[in-house]
């Protein structure tokens, strides 16, 4: 249990961090649209601003998860427990939000008209592609996957810390007989 609950918990900052890092990219290309498409720019500023608000806050709280030592302690702690599940929720509601606003920007954005995708592309040495908006939903499921684990993991340290409570009082009660 010890290993799976290390791998849980720090993988729950690792993908705190790579869902902040994608918020960090997700509409830096598409500054020149500013001036041209200002729907298109408004609503993906928007879009941006929220996820980066929230995976930030999912990062921060995912590091003092493992500063309250979560992802190796014998014991949870109700610190623990209070930690692992704002982390939960916040995984879930970044998943949540990243779920209703990227299919709506990706539909704005293919309905651009493709001279203004071709100077996007020109300008950051890139293609007209839909990766940014698939990644985000993939990540938006991997932090659902994610919170579940950190469930299933709390309960069955839980269920763990019972069982080894019990045995001690049945020890402790037929030293005493």
């Known amino acids: 249990m010890k290993k799976i609950q290390f791998i849980v918990f720090v993988s729950a900052l690792v993908i705190s961090a790579v869902y ?70 916040l995984f879930i509601y970044s998943a949540i939000i990243t779920l209703n606003y990227i299919p709506h920007i990706q539909a704005l954005y293919l309905e651009l008209p493709e001279a203004f995708l071709r100077i996007i592309v020109a300008i950051n040495y890139s293609s007209i592609s839909t990766d940014i908006f698939d990644l985000g939903i993939f990540l938006a499921y991997i932090m659902l996957l994610q919170a579940v684990l950190m469930i299933i993991c709390t309960i069955l340290k839980t269920l763990e810390q019972i069982e080894r409570d019990r045995q001690i009082k049945e020890l402790n009660s037929g030293a005493y007989k």
């Not at 200002?38 to 601003?49: L, P």
């Not at 930030?56 to 709280?61: C, D, G, I, W």
């Open 20 to 89: 902040f890092i994608y918020t960090l990219s997700f509409s830096t290309g598409w500054a020149l649209g500013e001036d041209f498409f200002q729907d298109f720019y408004r609503e993906a500023q928007v879009a941006n601003k929220d996820m980066y608000a929230w995976s930030l806050r999912t990062l921060v709280a995912s590091g003092i998860m493992l500063l309250l030592n979560t992802h190796k302690n014998r014991k949870f702690y109700i610190m623990n427990f209070v930690a692992v599940i704002i982390v939960v929720f």
